[in-house]
T-cell receptor, first 113, second 116 residues
């Protein structure tokens, strides 16, 4: 079945350093979504990528969707303590009329002030 | 605050029991999604309803069922509970009934279920 692998599992950075998390799917995706979950909180939608090679930016966050639509990345420039949380990707794969949404296990980001 | 409400916040019950989790979507949202989040499995999509009808099914066990009522609130019923069902259960809502994973979803605060 479809698998979505996300690495790294954990990342600890000093405030001001950059951070990147990667998502790799075993199958071609229709789209990919990214979520952030603060400790003790609920997932919050960040962005959706649909097109092959798509790049989207939100302030210090840059999201990329691979050309083959099987991988994606989230890059945070100059991390801040408010960036702390777990970042999840969720890949949507279609098979005919069926859709399967699979989440990566997430990357827990901690930031040292 | 996403505007999605879930009750109860916490639920402690015993193996073999049945529980019902409730979700009220954001005003105007027609779709409700249910998710299970556990330490070992991560976040898993269970089921989606749109305007009262089942729209998409994920990794939902046969012991679990859901429905969406005319007022658009939804309930997730978990029966014959096992220790492994202990998890956070989130519901999310979205405006449209688009294909799974195409609408922006707004998550509720979750219900933490503990099965002893």
């Amino acid at each position: 079945g479809q698998q979505v692998m996300q690495i790294p599992q954990y990342q600890h950075v000093q405030e001001g350093e950059d951070f990147t998390t990667y998502c790799n799917s075993s199958t071609t995706l229709s789209n990919i979504q990214w979520y952030k979950q603060r400790p003790g909180g609920h997932p919050v939608f960040l962005i959706q990528l649909v097109k092959s090679g798509e790049v989207k930016k939100q302030k210090r966050l840059t999201f990329q969707f691979g050309e083959a639509k099987k991988n994606s990345s989230l890059h945070i420039t100059a991390t801040q303590t408010t960036d702390v949380g777990t970042y999840f990707c969720a890949g949507l794969a279609s098979g005919g009329s069926n859709y399967k949404l699979t989440f990566g296990k997430g990357t827990l980001l901690t930031v040292n002030p | 605050d996403s505007g999605v409400t879930q009750t109860p916040k916490h639920l402690i019950t015993a193996t073999g029991q049945r529980v019902t989790l409730r979700c009220s979507p954001r005003s105007g949202d027609l779709s409700v999604y249910w998710y299970q989040q556990s330490l070992d499995q991560g976040l898993q999509f269970l089921i989606q309803y749109y305007n009262g009808e089942e729209r998409a099914k994920g990794n939902i066990l046969e012991r679990f069922s859901a429905q969406q009522f005319p007022d658009l609130h939804s309930e997730l019923n978990l029966s014959s509970l096992e220790l492994g069902d202990s998890a956070l259960y989130f519901c999310a809502s979205a405006t449209g009934g688009g294909s799974l994973g195409t609408d922006t979803q707004y998550f509720g605060p979750g219900t933490r279920l503990t099965v002893l």
